[in-house]
Structures are given as structure tokens and as C-alpha cells.
């Protein structure tokens, strides 16, 4: 995967080194040089290949033992000729592969004849009843010729006879209801066509998937028992261990730290600075995001708490504050008893009273809440769980996200976070701070285009983008004398109108921020982002970083013990030797001569010799702490 972030100094464990590899092959063991076959025996049950320990590239593979590489065990036996020559019987796994038949399950499909019920309509011809006038009739409201006259009904006008009373009947006419005289009513039939619904047995074709049982076959990889001899010539004993040595620290692609700060005592400015590690990308001023905010995530946990110190806190929810005081607000998730719903909730504590649902959180003298003290909060666990670090600016914003409580920290971008950058000790020289500053600040605004969604936020508090500790660099040295030379440099490199950022230096290339990437320091000359993570970039090429190195700046060389289990381990070998190094290009015309550029070969008593590139032989011997690996020594 490639990496773009900046690496943390100083505080970045070991093993993010490793990081850097690019791969991984299995281990292969090399055949004896005086190896005789004597018998192959095949194991009690043969492996397929792939079965093996092999690690993969970066820190997460030291954990998982290579082994021995198919096989090179401790001797059989040991036996002298009359010359006095040694000779080890040994055993090696053999990888081959035979022909092996597997069943699998086909899924095949078929036409079939199916039925089914349907429903159809016929036509059916029935007959009424149909009641008309014979004559011209007065429609009287009760069954008397007495009675009122409602309407008088036309000769042969259809009706709806009903009840009978003696020589009257009860008709229907639209919304009419009346008596006529009955003898002048006369019924017939009438034929009429009505459709009717029935259900009948239709038959179709459709298709049906089916299974059948169908044999084929592989080719299977499986390992073999080899017995070989070997000649052995006596000789000491193998090292118990040996040191491997190098310089420098990180992944050693864009601008050199150390080397920034060498350059800075050579009396070079943070223009010469950058436009010499970023060359061609240039040093300009933009407004963008002049005096935007950004979005820190400082935590994400089931609880979290924030306390005020020097001043007062204050909740504010959807614009309205709810509650102030002095006092911890502690955040949790929780079940609001108020809510119907019963779904799981942020829960704040504070002045002894529990708020639900996501809030703000203000203290005094900021640019949310502006007079009052100088306050700061506090937030346990903050910047990967190192302990409580404080803050000074912006606001806190508190929401569940993935179920857990997430605090971010939203401040003004240009000054306010760039003030608790704690990428670079703020005892170094002017020049060196101002470059770090631009760094980061071009970084943190190429992420601004978007919030993440696995954070909420724009960056992360930690080396998975910078490391930021607000307050705790701000204030850092006695009477904050040292967070006070951090300020000064980051001020340095801002125009400001009204106490508020109007413009930033940031380094630019073709019109756009770049990528940029910095680290701690180097053997001598910085790597390509090619050769780390893949693909060209005009700006991240090799660079001298002699400024990085003594007497410019103080010693960077680092040396690590590696036991003589895990040597042998790395290489594949029953015991090693020694170790050698070797450039694969002549060093002088190849200044990025990093480990991606040597090969390392062990040697065991017997003469027989195993060879690992740079980045194999980092990953398997758990990493070191630089690319820059100078020698391999006994003990």
C-alpha cells in the first residue's frame, strides 16, 4: 500500500520502518555445494506448497516466523574419512507436483412441461324481468287516485315494480319512488350477455437448474524428504548473534528533517529549504482556506471526557447553549429514557445532568467564546492513547460514529492547528521550524477538499497524517519557550489582517499543492517515491541530504542485535556464518543506494551461501529502523 503521510519524528515505533518493503518471495534452500542425494523419501502425508510461513511485506510480517526454508534440518549424522573430511548427513524438503482427481458440484439447466390454473372470461346469455307503463300514468305519492301527484310517467318508461296493495303497486323511476295503477304495468322478458370469469388448466414451458456431480483434474504441489550429504569443515562456532547498522529514520522520500535543519545551519532559508527536497515545485502564497477550519479527530472510543482548566465550559446544541460550568463533561453512549425510539445515543454528563444527542463544546476565550480567562481542555487518551493532551483552540464536536463516541477538535487551519504541530523539536533552528510548518500546512490543506468518513474529520491527531498535540506543543518549555519559537515560525510564514490569517506559504507544482511527504532523516540522500510506493512524481526524487549527517547535525546512526536463531531463520540456513553486503550499483552514480539497491548473502560453516535482496531481508529480521542498512557484523 502506498504511503503518502508524513512521518512522525521521534515518536514513530520501529517498525513502521518496515513499511517501505515492496514484497516478499517464499524462502528457497539452495542445494549443498558437495551435496550428495542418497534417497528421497516422501513425507508421512504430503503438503500442497502455499502451506509454508511465508510473511509478507512490512512490520506485520515479523511476527510470524519464516522457518526453516523446505526443510535444511539439524544432521542425521556425522561421520569422518580417512582424510580426515567431515561429511553431515542432512535432509531437505523437495517440492513436486502430481496430478490429482476433485469432484465438484455442476449446476446445469433443462427444459420442462409445467401446468398451471388460469383464469378466463366467457360470454353467457341470461334473461330479466323487465317491468314498463302501458300508458301515460300519474305517479301519486300514496296508493290512492286521491293521493298527491308526484310525476307523471310516460307511456312504456321502465320501472322498478316492487310492493302490491290491492290495485296499486310501488314503483322506482331514477330517484322517484311512488304507486301507479297496476293494471297499467305489463312485464317481459329481456335477453341480455354478461361476461363470467372461470379457471381452467393451462400447460407451459419453462426451464430448471439441477445438479450433477462432474470429476476433473488439478496439478497439486507436495514437499518430499531428500537425504543428501555434505562436507563439513571444521571450524569455529557459529556467531550467537550479530548487529546490523545503519543511519537515519523513516521512509526517506520528500523533505529530510534532519537534513532541513542542517541546511538551516548553513544559513539556508525555508525557500532554499524546500525547493531543494521538493525541487522543481516552488514556494508561493495562496489565500486558499485562508481562515477556514479543520476537522481533528482526537478520539474515538465508548467514553471519552473533556475538562476545562482556568476557565469555563459550555454545551451548545443546534446553536443554543444548554449548559455551562466548571465542571467534566464526560461522554458516553446511552439509551435517552425520554426517546421512543430506544436507539442507542451520544450521553453527556455535565453539572451533574445527562444531554443526549451530538454537541458543541466551548470554553472561554477562544474565538467561539471569546473573554474571559485563558482556558484549555483537557482530553485523556488523545493522539493514539499517549496520556491527556491539551487544547487551547477551535472547538470540540461530539457524535457517535460507528457506535463509538468521536471527539474532534474543529480549528482555524492556518495558524491555530499548525501551532500544535509536534512533527519537529521547536529548539531547532528558525529556518528548519518554517519549513516544517509549510510542510504541514500543505499537507493539511490538500486534505481539505473532503471529510473522511471512517473519522468525521479532515486529518487524524497521529502519524496516520501529522502528529498534532495542541496545547502541549503550543506551551512546551518553561514559560513556553520553546512552543513560543514554534509560533514565531509558524507566524513567519503567514500574512495576517484583523488577527486573522489572510494568506499561507505552501509548496506548489504545476498549479496544485503537492504531496508533501517528509520523515526524519537519511543515510546521505533521500529515495524516490518511485522506488518506495510505485509511480513518478516530478517532485519526490532523489535528493542529497548530506546536511543530515555529522557534522552538520548530531549522529543518526543506529544499530539493532539480531540473533543467530532469527539470521538463520531470515536466510533459510541450519546456522549462519557470516554476513556480507554487497551495492548492486556502484554507489557514487547511485546516491539513492538504500536498501532496494544491495544484496546481503549468509554463509553457513559448510560453504553453502543464501542471498536476499535489501527489502527481504528488513522484513524478515522484523524491520530496521532506517533504509539505510552499512553493515552486517558478528556479535
Same mark, same amino acid.
Given at each position: ?87 553431515? !548427513?542432512? %535432509? =531437505?524438503?523437495?517440492?513436486? +507436483? @502430481? $496430478?490429482? &482427481?476433485? /469432484? ?5 439447466? *433443462? ?7 388460469? !383464469?378466463? %372470461? =366467457?360470454?353467457?346469455?341470461? +334473461? @330479466? $324481468?323487465? &317491468?314498463? /307503463? ?5 305517479? *301519486? ?9 308526484? %310525476?307523471?310517467?310516460?307511456?312504456? +318508461?321502465?320501472?322498478?315494480?316492487? /310492493? ?472
Amino acid at each position: 500500500m502506498r504511503l503518502t503521510r508524513p512521518a512522525a519524528l521521534f515518536l514513530a515505533p520501529l517498525a513502521s520502518a518496515a513499511l517501505l518493503l515492496t514484497g516478499l518471495s517464499p524462502a528457497q534452500a539452495a542445494p549443498p555445494a558437495q551435496g550428495l542425494p542418497l534417497n528421497t523419501l516422501p513425507t508421512q502425508e504430503p503438503t500442497a506448497l502455499g502451506q509454508d510461513a511465508s510473511a509478507g511485506p512490512g512490520p506485520a510480517a515479523s511476527g510470524r516466523g519464516i522457518g526453516m526454508p523446505q526443510g535444511i534440518a539439524a544432521p542425521l549424522s556425522t561421520t569422518t574419512d580417512p582424510d580426515g573430511s567431515v561429511w553431515e !548427513t542432512r %535432509t =531437505r524438503q523437495v517440492t513436486k +507436483t @502430481r $496430478t490429482v &482427481v476433485k /469432484t465438484r458440484t455442476v449446476v446445469k439447466t *433443462r427444459p420442462v412441461t409445467k401446468t398451471r390454473t388460469v !383464469t378466463k %372470461t =366467457r360470454t353467457e346469455n341470461r +334473461t @330479466r $324481468t323487465q &317491468v314498463r /307503463t302501458s300508458a301515460a300514468l300519474r305517479l *301519486r305519492a300514496t296508493p290512492s287516485s286521491q293521493a298527491r301527484n308526484l %310525476t307523471t310517467l310516460k307511456k312504456n +318508461t321502465t320501472v322498478k315494480a316492487s /310492493t302490491v296493495k290491492k290495485s296499486w303497486r310501488k314503483v322506482s323511476v331514477g330517484k322517484r319512488t311512488g304507486w301507479v295503477a297496476k293494471k297499467y304495468l305489463k312485464s317481459t322478458k329481456v335477453k341480455y350477455k354478461v361476461a363470467v370469469k372461470y379457471k381452467a388448466k393451462q400447460k407451459y414451458k419453462t426451464t430448471e437448474k439441477y445438479s450433477v456431480k462432474e470429476s476433473y483434474t488439478v496439478p497439486q504441489k507436495y514437499t518430499v524428504t531428500q537425504t543428501y550429504r555434505v562436507q563439513v569443515t571444521p571450524a569455529t562456532a557459529a556467531p550467537k548473534s550479530f548487529t546490523v547498522s545503519g543511519a537515519g529514520w523513516g521512509h526517506g522520500v520528500g523533505m529530510s528533517q534532519y537534513g532541513a535543519q542542517g541546511m538551516a545551519k548553513q544559513g539556508k532559508t525555508s525557500e532554499q529549504i524546500l525547493e531543494h527536497y521538493y525541487n522543481p515545485a516552488q514556494l508561493t502564497t495562496t489565500t486558499s482556506y485562508a481562515s477556514s477550519d479543520i476537522k481533528v479527530q482526537l478520539l474515538k472510543a465508548t467514553t471519552a471526557s473533556v475538562t476545562p482548566a482556568g476557565g469555563q465550559l459550555r454545551l451548545v446544541k443546534a446553536g443554543k447553549v444548554i449548559a455551562t460550568g466548571t465542571g467534566t463533561a464526560s461522554a458516553s453512549v446511552g439509551v435517552n429514557p425520554a426517546s421512543a425510539s430506544k436507539a442507542k445515543e451520544l450521553k453527556v454528563r455535565f453539572n451533574n445532568k445527562d444531554y443526549y444527542g451530538a454537541v458543541q463544546l466551548q470554553w472561554q476565550n477562544t474565538r467561539a467564546w471569546t473573554g474571559g480567562p485563558l482556558t484549555t481542555v483537557a482530553v485523556p487518551r488523545a493522539n493514539e492513547g499517549t496520556g491527556t493532551v491539551n487544547y487551547r483552540h477551535g472547538v470540540m464536536n461530539l457524535a457517535l460514529l460507528g457506535g463509538q463516541v468521536n471527539v474532534i477538535n474543529q480549528l482555524r487551519l492556518n495558524d491555530e492547528y499548525l501551532y500544535g504541530l509536534a512533527e519537529m523539536p521547536s529548539s531547532w533552528q528558525g529556518a528548519a521550524l518554517q519549513s516544517q510548518a509549510i510542510a504541514g500546512r500543505t499537507y493539511a490543506m490538500r486534505n481539505m477538499t473532503s471529510v473522511k468518513s471512517a473519522c468525521g474529520c479532515n486529518v487524524y491527531d497521529e502519524v496516520a497524517s501529522q502528529k498534532f498535540t495542541g496545547w502541549n506543543k503550543e506551551n512546551e518549555g518553561t514559560g513556553a519557550s520553546y512552543g513560543k519559537k514554534w509560533v514565531a515560525a509558524v507566524n513567519a510564514t503567514l500574512t495576517k489582517a484583523g488577527g486573522s490569517p489572510t494568506g499561507g506559504k505552501v509548496m506548489m507544482h504545476a498549479g496544485k499543492l503537492i504531496d508533501a511527504t517528509y520523515f526524519s532523516s537519511s543515510g546521505g540522500s533521500t529515495r524516490s517515491g518511485k522506488s518506495v510506493w510505485g509511480g513518478e512524481t516530478p517532485y519526490l526524487q532523489v535528493r542529497d541530504d548530506r546536511w543530515a549527517l555529522p557534522p552538520h547535525v548530531s549522529s543518526t546512526a543506529w544499530s539493532s542485535p539480531v540473533s543467530q536463531e532469527s539470521m538463520a531463520k531470515a536466510f533459510g540456513l541450519r546456522e549462519v556464518a557470516s554476513v556480507s553486503l554487497k551495492f548492486n550499483e556502484n554507489k557514487a552514480k547511485n546516491p539513492d543506494a538504500d536498501t532496494s539497491n544491495i544484496t546481503l548473502t549468509a554463509k553457513d560453516r559448510a560453504g553453502q551461501s543464501v542471498s536476499l535482496s535489501g527489502p527481504s531481508f528488513r522484513s524478515k529480521i522484523g524491520g530496521t529502523r532506517s533504509a539505510w542498512i552499512q553493515a552486517v557484523k558478528a556479535g
